[in-house]
């Protein structure tokens, strides 16, 4: 993707490095010292990389979701609905080097500023799709042991990760010891309610939610049945992940 001549202005997040509009609005990435952030023309970070250490989830709430590794014995792979600036799939591959990840995102110009600017995993094992994450989910013929939903627009949340219709496509998408791990956002608390009804209604009400700070609504929905957890190996298994990982995770097993 050409980087334009335009002199980009400092913000609040750094400095403007790149910017392109689509049909949907802007795409910026902004930098400041080792901090590299993604947004979608306007303050409100999508995503971040410290380029000193990749891998290292810098939100909590992407954090949090990694808990789902515990929820399954040795998955084998992850879709990623909505890649934004893929820390997701850089953790995940520093998590567990022989996953299969493939991210789904809406946007061309998001994928082609998450190459360029956010090193995304380069191996065979990892691959991008540029769809709809519903249309996507309608015709895929695989089953998944982690999904991830993580749609957002420069506004907020996309209204359709919510419904009931694309939590069925999710849900019929999982193999049989599989988990979606759905974020939501906690500001509408209406909205929150209906979502989490939608939730529990499509997984037969094995769900499981944890508040994560700033604002966010984990759930993690599950195929089949909430998975015994055995609270000392969870936490034991925390704490050697975050360790790897550089993230507290631990602490978010016990939330």
């Known amino acids: 993707m050409p980087r334009s001549r335009y002199r980009y202005p400092v913000s609040d997040l750094g400095e403007l490095i790149f910017r392109v509009a689509d049909e949907q609005g802007e795409v910026h990435v902004y930098q400041d010292a080792r901090l590299r952030y993604l947004t979608f023309g306007n303050q409100v970070e999508q995503s971040c990389v410290d380029l000193d250490r990749p891998a290292r989830l810098q939100h909590v709430y992407t954090q949090a979701m990694l808990l789902a590794l515990l929820l399954v014995d040795g998955p084998r792979d992850a879709l990623l609905l909505g890649l934004g600036g893929g820390s997701l799939a850089r953790a995940l591959r ?14 061309a110009a998001v994928i082609d500023a998450a190459r360029a600017y956010f090193r995304l995993p380069d191996d ?15 015709v895929d013929s695989g089953y998944h042991d982690l ?8 506004t907020g949340m996309y209204p359709q990760q919510a419904s009931a219709e694309f939590l069925q496509l999710c849900r019929g998408r999982l193999t049989a010891r599989g988990v979606l791990v759905v974020n939501l956002w906690a500001s509408d608390y209406p ?23 700033g604002g966010n609504i984990l759930a993690f929905a599950f195929a089949e049945t909430v998975p015994a957890i055995e609270r000392v190996g969870l936490f034991e298994a925390a704490q050697t992940l975050g360790l790897r990982l550089e993230i507290p995770l631990q602490r978010h097993a016990r939330n």
């Open 147 to 154: 999904i991830f939903a993580d749609l957002y627009l420069a």
């Open 191 to 213: 909205a929150h309610r209906e979502a989490s009804a939608a939730l529990h209604g499509v997984f037969d009400g094995e769900v499981l939610q944890t508040h994560v700070q």
């Open 94 to 107: 520093a998590a567990d080097r022989g996953i299969w990840i493939r991210g789904i995102e809406q946007r």
């Open 124 to 138: 065979r094992r990892f691959d991008v799709v540029c769809s709809d994450a519903a249309d996507f989910l309608a």
